[in-house]
C-alpha cells in the first residue's frame, strides 16, 4: 500500500497536480483525504490562492524584476556587441593598414562588415545557452568564469611587472630581468614597454609564436564579451517571457512553467465564480475533477488490471462518500486535518 507523502513537490503542485501524484504513486484514496482535497477549494482557500498567484504573474514585484530583467539584459547586450564591435574594427584596421597606418579605400567598407560579425557571433551563442538546458548553462558560465579569472591574472601581473621599480625583489626574487622580458615581448606584440632591454633568449622563441598568442587573445577576449552578452540576451528573454506569457510554439522549461501558473490563476478565479453561483454542482464538479486527474495518474503508472480496478474503486466509492457529507456552506469542521493522522516524531535533544 502506497503512503501518502507530504513532499516539498506535492505541495508546490496544484490541487488537480497532486490528485495525478497521487495516482501515479498508487496512493489508496481514503475519504478523508478527498475531503481536505475538497477543503482546499473552499472560498477562502481558492481566493487566498488566487491572491498569490496573481501576485506571482502581476503583481508590482514581477512586473519590475521582469522589467528591470529585460532593461538590465538588453543593456549589456548592446554594450557587450559595442565593446565586441570595437575590438574587432581595431585588429581589422590595423590588420588591412598600410605602412602609413591607412586603410585602403578599396577595403574600407569590408572593416565594418567584419565588425558586425560579433551580432552573429553573440546571437549564435544565445541559441546555444537556450537549448543546453540549464545544467548546460550553469557549466558553460562556469567556464567563462575560468577564462575571465584567467584573463584578469594576466592583466594584473603584467600591470605589476610594469609598475615595479628597476632591481625590485618579490618574495626575494629578482623581478627586473623577467618584467623586462615581459615588456620586450610585449613591444614585439606591438604595445610599447615603459622601459628597453635586450631581448632574451626565451622571448626570442615566444616571438615565433606571437601572431598565435595574440589572435588567442584576442580570441579570448572576444568569447567572454560576446558570451557575457548572450547570456544578458537570455535573461532578458526569460523576463519578458515572464511579461508576456511565452508563444504558443514556445515548449521551453520556464516559458511552459509559466504558462502553468498563468493557467492555475485563471482556474481559480473561475472556481471561485462557480462555488459563489452554485456551491452543490461546484462540490461534484470538483469530485468529477479529481477523480478524472486521480484516474490519469493511476493509468500513467502502469499498474496491473487488478490493482488499477482496486485502486479507482476505493477512489470512487470516497468520492461518494464525501459527495453526501460535505458541504461548502457547513462548518470548518468538514475539512479534516491530515497531520492527526501522521505520526509524530519527538525531537531529539
Known amino acids: 500500500m502506497a503512503k501518502l507523502g507530504t513532499s516539498k513537490h ?3 503542485q496544484s490541487p488537480t497536480g497532486r490528485a495525478y501524484n497521487w495516482g501515479h504513486k498508487g496512493v489508496e484514496v481514503t475519504t478523508t483525504l478527498v475531503r481536505t482535497w475538497l477543503g482546499a477549494h473552499t472560498k477562502n482557500g481558492l481566493q487566498l490562492r488566487y491572491e498569490n498567484l496573481k501576485r506571482r504573474v502581476s503583481g508590482s514585484g514581477a512586473t519590475l524584476h521582469h522589467g528591470l530583467g529585460v532593461l538590465l539584459g538588453l543593456g549589456v547586450f548592446l554594450t557587450a556587441l559595442f565593446v565586441d564591435y570595437n575590438i574587432i574594427h581595431e585588429f581589422w584596421t590595423r590588420a588591412l593598414s598600410n605602412e602609413f597606418g591607412e586603410v585602403p579605400p578599396a577595403m574600407a567598407n569590408t572593416v565594418a562588415a567584419k565588425s558586425l560579425q560579433v551580432m552573429f557571433a553573440t546571437l549564435a551563442i544565445h541559441y546555444l545557452i537556450t537549448n543546453i538546458g540549464h545544467g548546460g548553462r550553469i557549466v558553460y558560465s562556469l567556464f567563462i568564469f575560468a577564462v575571465t579569472a584567467f584573463m584578469i591574472m594576466g592583466i594584473g601581473l603584467l600591470w605589476a611587472n610594469n609598475s615595479l621599480p628597476e ?3 618579490v618574495f626575494g626574487f629578482d623581478v627586473n630581468s623577467s618584467a623586462q622580458s615581459v615588456d620586450n615581448f610585449l613591444k614585439g606584440l606591438g604595445v610599447k614597454p615603459p622601459r ?4 632574451p633568449a626565451e622571448v626570442k622563441i615566444l616571438k615565433k609564436y606571437e601572431v598565435f598568442v595574440w589572435l588567442f587573445s584576442l580570441g579570448a577576449i572576444f568569447l567572454v564579451v560576446a558570451s557575457i552578452g ?8 526569460r523576463g519578458f517571457t515572464g511579461i508576456t506569457g511565452g508563444a504558443l510554439y514556445d515548449n521551453h522549461s520556464e516559458a511552459v512553467r509559466g504558462n502553468r501558473v498563468r493557467d492555475d490563476l485563471r482556474q481559480a478565479q473561475l472556481d471561485l465564480k462557480h462555488l459563489e453561483a452554485d456551491a452543490e454542482g461546484f462540490k461534484e464538479a470538483k469530485l468529477a475533477e479529481f477523480i478524472t486527474h486521480y484516474t490519469e495518474g493511476v493509468v500513467a503508472g502502469r499498474y496491473g488490471s487488478s490493482r488499477r ?7 470512487n466509492a470516497a468520492a461518494d462518500e464525501v459527495s453526501v457529507s460535505f458541504s461548502f456552506g457547513g462548518s470548518s469542521d468538514n475539512v479534516e486535518d491530515l497531520s492527526a493522522h501522521r505520526p509524530r516524531k519527538v525531537a531529539s535533544a
Do not use: E, I
Open 230 to 237: 548572450a547570456m544578458a540576451l537570455h535573461s532578458a528573454m
Open 10 to 12: 506535492d505541495l508546490n
Open 167 to 169: 632591481g625590485a625583489k
Open 309 to 315: 480496478g482496486y485502486l479507482l474503486r476505493k477512489a
Open 196 to 199: 628597453a632591454a635586450s631581448l
